[in-house]
């Protein structure tokens, strides 16, 4: 990674990084760190939607991606951007299935490395799996969600 996309703001890199710093809740650290990462107002509501959605539904995105996976996820790094993409692709509509997947990935690289692949094979087939279902019809999610392959 580049140092000039290191500068670029990044509305997912800040929510991942509110996940993955433990140092004090994330919700409570949102508008200091969005504030530093010089988030233009749009992508601040964004992020905090995705960080309060990863938050409340952590249980149900992690029932969603888990069978997609061969081995548990022990990782903290790879369960949060698991979580995050899966929330893009089955609850928020107003962002398009490729950002959701590769924005995630490019956010998260620093924090993947090695398992970046196996992060990215499995949001590639929650991808797939979300373009296969039927349209959900209630507010809570823009597809109708059967869990498991």
């Not at 398992?115 to 507010?139: C, D, I, N």
């Amino acid at each position: 990674m580049s140092n000039q996309d290191d500068r670029k703001p990044d509305l997912r890199r800040t929510v991942l990084e509110l996940l993955l710093d433990r140092s004090d809740y994330p919700t409570r650290r949102f508008s200091a760190a969005v504030q530093a990462a010089g988030l233009e107002a749009r992508d601040r509501g964004l992020a905090r939607e995705l960080l309060g959605g990863v938050l409340r539904r952590a249980v149900q995105l992690d029932a969603i991606y888990e069978p997609y996976c061969k081995k548990r996820v022990t990782d903290e790094a790879v369960r949060w951007t698991l979580r995050l993409g899966t929330l893009q692709l089955f609850f928020r509509s107003n962002v398009p299935e490729h950002a959701a997947v590769h924005a995630t990935i490019q956010a998260a690289l620093r924090y993947l490395r090695e398992r970046t692949g196996f992060t990215h094979a499995v949001l590639r087939s929650l991808q797939r799996k979300s373009k296969a279902e039927e349209p959900f019809s209630t507010e809570f999610s823009r597809r109708r969600l059967t869990v498991g392959r």
